[in-house]
């Protein structure tokens, strides 16, 4: 447990799990589960990380756990975006072709 000034918080991580046929994201603060096939016009009440992750999440990680490979990333978005160096970006997207994440 770390302390912050007044607040005290755990190092945790957010994760995919699939509970009676259904997948859940077991969000990484709350600790609530979050239904993936919720309605968005309900959002997705309980998820408490940001936009990208919540589209990564409930959009390709979805898609790439039903159905298999994906054809478009987060991935294949310029390096400057993420403020990561282009070699590492690479990297990121060798590393995804090789376990079968993205389409050749």
């Avoid at 603060?29 to 990564?56: C, E, I, N, W």
């Avoid at 991935?75 to 282009?86: D, L, R, S, V």
């Amino acid at each position: 447990m770390r302390r912050l000034g007044f607040l005290k918080y755990k190092l945790t991580l957010g994760c995919v799990v699939l509970k009676k046929n259904r997948l859940w994201w077991i969000d990484q603060y709350t600790g609530r589960h979050v239904y993936f096939h919720q309605a968005p016009y309900h959002g997705f009440p309980g998820f408490t990380s940001g936009g990208t992750l919540k589209d990564m999440v409930f959009s390709e990680f979805k898609r790439f756990i039903m159905t298999g490979p994906v054809d478009s990333s987060y991935t294949h978005m310029n390096a400057q975006y993420w403020g990561i160096p282009e070699h590492e970006i690479k990297e990121l997207k060798r590393y995804a072709l090789e376990i079968g994440y993205l389409k050749e």
